[in-house]
């Protein structure tokens, strides 16, 4: 059994892999930022650029940073039934062989036409 690369202690097969495949949908602002945390580990861009508001939407992703695991600190909003949400949350990577970094980040998402879609974060 594989564990899922976000941090939730689940399977990944129970977690994040059915809403990636496009089986399951992300209910809350927090599973859908934990899945794209896991798009961003596997590479997959189809996903994030799915996942993003048009309004903010890049044309293609960088994946070149290898993210080494996530804590998700708080949320506000973001559960079923809201309009909008945010996730605070730090990510490890790692970047060439050697050097560890963090990233902290507030990130905005919105609930629009049945899905959570991210707007845009605020990175500290
Ligand atoms: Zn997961």
Redesign the pocket.
């Known amino acids: 059994m594989m564990l ?3 941090g ?1 202690e ?1 399977p ?1 097969g129970e ?2 892999r059915p809403i990636l495949r496009g089986e399951a949908r992300a209910e809350t602002a927090e599973q859908l930022m ?2 794209r945390y ?1 798009a961003n580990v596997r590479r997959d861009e189809g996903y994030l650029l799915a996942t993003w508001h048009r309004s903010t939407r890049p044309a293609r992703v960088d994946l070149m940073t290898e993210w080494r695991g996530l804590e998700v600190l708080s949320t506000e909003r973001g559960r079923k039934g809201d309009p909008n949400g945010t996730v605070t949350f730090v990510a490890h990577y790692a970047t060439g062989t050697v050097a560890i970094g963090t990233m902290r980040e507030t990130s905005r998402f919105v609930f629009e036409d049945g899905m959570w879609l991210y707007v845009d974060g605020d990175v500290a």
């Open positions: 899922c690369p976000c939730s689940r990944f977690c994040c934990r899945s896991t």
